[in-house]
């Protein structure tokens, strides 16, 4: 089964706010922790990553937040734009397999 | 253009045929992966490779046959495709050097079995 999974399947969100999306896992192996954006039609494309000796990492507008006591995972995006409309997957791995296991993803559609 | 492409784009097929989806990236990137989007199930890996002559099965690899004779190119066939193998597929690489984790995705490809 899925090692990695999202809370909600779904987020709508008003322009301007910011979105946190949230992303639940059960290895306690994983050593990176990884966030993907897929707009509709397109192949998922890499926003941030955070190593599991981390517990926050910023990008721009964006900010990963790992908590592995409980074993969760979130994405927050500052200040949402209407490019910001897609499915965001988070993905793990092991420090010595490049593979990626990938939760079903979470739509976010912000609102004008 | 540098990158990474998948053809075809988009291809109808029936049950029982054979159907190769081809990916071919610029990159020189060791690594490879194929893997399946389907409603519900997020992205499932089918088959990766670490570089030519290399190939390891992922998650969901039944059905399903990779080769990599050269870096650039890492074609996957439906040997003889089933309903179910209806769904999108994409590419990816990465390089093997690096404290990144991006995998540069394709534009996947939309298969429909018939």
């Known amino acids: 089964g899925e090692s990695v999974g999202l809370h909600l399947p779904t987020l709508s969100v008003q322009e301007g706010d910011n979105s946190i999306i949230n992303c639940a896992y059960s290895?306690?192996?994983?050593?990176?922790f990884i966030w993907y954006k897929q707009e509709s039609g397109k192949g998922p494309q890499f926003i941030i990553d955070i190593r599991s000796n981390m517990d926050k990492r910023q990008g721009q507008r964006v900010t990963v937040l790992l908590n592995k006591t409980v074993k969760h995972l979130s994405l927050q995006i500052a200040a949402t734009q209407p490019g910001d409309s897609a499915v965001y997957f988070c993905a793990e791995r092991t420090h010595n397999d490049y593979k990626l296991s990938f939760g079903a993803g979470t739509t976010v559609t912000v609102r004008a | 253009d540098a990158g990474i492409t998948q053809s075809p784009r988009y291809k109808i097929t029936e049950t029982g045929r054979q159907v190769t989806l081809m990916c071919h990236q610029t990159w020189s990137h060791s690594y490879m992966f194929w893997y399946r989007q389907d409603l519900g199930h997020g992205l499932r890996l089918i088959y990766y490779?670490?570089?030519?002559?290399?190939?390891d099965k992922g998650e969901v690899p039944d059905g399903y046959v990779v080769s990599r004779s050269k870096t650039e190119n890492f074609p996957l066939t439906l040997e003889s495709a089933t309903r179910s193998q209806t769904s999108v597929y994409f590419c990816?690489?990465?390089?093997?050097?690096?404290?990144?984790?991006?995998?540069?995705f394709g534009p996947g490809t939309r298969l429909t079995v018939l």
């Open positions: 990816a690489s990465r390089p093997t050097s690096g404290s990144s984790n991006e995998q540069f």
């Open positions: 290895n306690s192996a994983s050593d990176y």
């Open positions: 490779s670490a570089a030519a002559d290399i190939t």
